[in-house]
């Protein structure tokens, strides 16, 4: 079974909770979920494995570790997961980006898929899959699928805002992908939007509200 992290450091929650709060606007919104981003990313990172090196400091030869295996690839759900790839992308600026475009079928809520784009050494990556909003996990599942068929073995998903419905699906689906998560809310409501959560994350980040 998949492990659901919460990384409920007080920074993290904080900042979450300026981002629920329906008055703060588009600027703030964007820049809170970069900030989150960035410092979930120090979590999800941190067991990544190092090698020693041998470097030289302007004092001696030194025995140094640096990280060592897999590269990284940061992987966004349009749209939303796009407020999430800055901030990663300042602790990794070395990660590569695929996109992957999904939208939820207002009536039935089910994920439509319009894009993808991957980089061609994708399987040979650590893939962290990012998208604010867990809510029926119908995205996030059918993201995973649709990187496990293009080879991908080594893959964490990170959002901000999860509902126990779609970590239940998300667990059930690819047992193999741990969770990163900065709150688990209660429930979905009758639209299938996370109570309390934060609304349209897609809409608050790009002002289309
Ligand atoms: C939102 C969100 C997720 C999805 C989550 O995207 O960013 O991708 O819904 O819901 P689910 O877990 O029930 O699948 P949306 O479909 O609103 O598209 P957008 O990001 O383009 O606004
Ligand atoms: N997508 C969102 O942006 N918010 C929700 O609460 C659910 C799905």
Redo the contacts with the bound molecule.
Sequence with gaps: MSKLHVIDHPLITHKLSIMRNKKTGSKDFRELLNEIAMLMGYELTRDLPLEPVTIETPITKMQAEMISGKKIAIVP?????LGMVDGLQSLVPVAKVGHIG???DPET?K?VEYYCKLPADIEQRLVILV??????????ADALTKLKEHGCTHIRFMCLVAAPE?VKKVQEEHPDVDIYTAALDERLNDH?YIVPGLG????RIFGTL
């Design positions: 759900i349009l749209r939303a997961g999904m939208y939820r809520h994920p998208d604010p909003m867990l809510a029926t996990g119908g995205s996030a779609g299938a349209d994350a897609g809409d």
